[in-house]
Nanobody, 124 residues
Framework: VQLQAFGGGLVQAGGSLRLSCAASGLAFSIYTMTWFRQAPGKEREFVAAIDWSDSVTRYTNPVKGRFTISRDNAENTLYLQMSSLKPEDTALYYC??????????????????WGQGTQVTVSS
């Protein structure tokens, strides 16, 4: 199983980026998919999740209204459209997959698969 995130980069505050997470080796369409991020010196942070059917999404409060999670099950790809980026969005972003069907995040929750990250840097 591979989850490969890409699309990160350096962007000015107020700008936009679209991250992708390409999945292989798993039945992507039955997995709940989640984006996380981790800034240097900080704990991993839940960003957004989407259920297998693309009908339920969930976001952490700091990104609501600015980020949109989506998926293309035909292409086995997860997306995160990020707009109105802020310096505090700077982090390594990575995706995770699990089959619980639950988009809620709670401390200690486990995930079946984790991907490598893509760096997002927002300059002020």
């Amino acid at each position: 199983v591979q989850l490969q995130a890409f699309g990160g980069g350096l962007v000015q505050a107020g700008g936009s980026l679209r991250l992708s997470c390409a999945a292989s080796g798993l039945a992507f369409s039955i997995y709940t998919m989640t984006w996380f991020r981790q800034a240097p010196g900080k704990e991993r942070e839940f960003v957004a999740a989407i259920d297998w059917s693309d009908s339920v999404t969930r976001y952490t409060n700091p990104v609501k209204g600015r980020f949109t999670i989506s998926r293309d099950n035909a292409e086995n790809t997860l997306y995160l459209q990020m707009s109105s980026l802020k310096p505090e969005d700077t982090a390594l972003y990575y995706c995770a997959a699990d089959r619980t069907g639950d988009t809620y995040y709670y401390r200690g929750r486990t995930y079946d698969y984790w991907g490598q990250g893509t760096q997002v840097t927002v300059s002020s």
